[in-house]
């Protein structure tokens, strides 16, 4: 078994029911797949720092993943299909990083940081 | 006592390396890698703020020699740059 981060970037125009949707499309997947999935982060809204496809932002969907391989061929064979979909990247870890969240919304943060110092 | 001396002189040799042109290496003005200190940030292409510091205006990685990163996290740094490139985060 390994530990996976998984990141998917949707078009801008899908609305947030969709986003859910493909959140529960694809976590299907990687359980039939008898993959487990330890954490879903939803980054929101991003500004792209190029176009990709004539989009100028794209909606971030963050996957912890942990399971064998063919979870993660199954899933990118679904995600390049998509059409939704812009971009994923898979990237082993050897250990989650479950604590810190760089995208979440600033006043969470800063009150992280206030509990640090 | 002679601990003393010694750094002393130490410190008297330095500062003459650092004026003469013909310096050694040990002697010249010389940064810590600012990535392996203790309680230095991981390097993650999640971490953009960190990763910012480390490339051009034009988004071009800068090389070690400028940032005196350690050939170790340098090597975690470009590659965790190119995965924030991928994902349009840089």
Known sequence: MNLYEHTIIARQDTSPSEIKQLTEKYSKIVEKNDGEVVKTENWGLLNLSYLIKKNKKGSYIHFKIKGKGSVIDELEKNESIDKKLLRFLTVRVKKFDLETNYFAKKDESEIKESVKN | ?90
Do not use: H, W
């Open chain 2, 1 to 90: 006592m002679p601990k003393r001396q010694s750094g002393n002189r130490k410190s008297k040799q330095s500062n003459f390396a650092k004026l003469s042109i013909f310096q050694n290496n040990k002697y010249k003005f010389k940064k810590n890698c600012p990535l392996s200190i203790k309680g230095a940030p991981k390097i993650d292409y999640k971490n953009i703020k960190l990763l910012k510091r480390y490339v051009t205006e034009n988004g071009k990685i800068l090389p070690s020699r400028v940032t005196n990163v350690s050939q170790k996290k340098q090597r975690e740094l470009s590659l965790s740059i190119k995965r924030a490139r991928n994902l349009a985060l840089l």
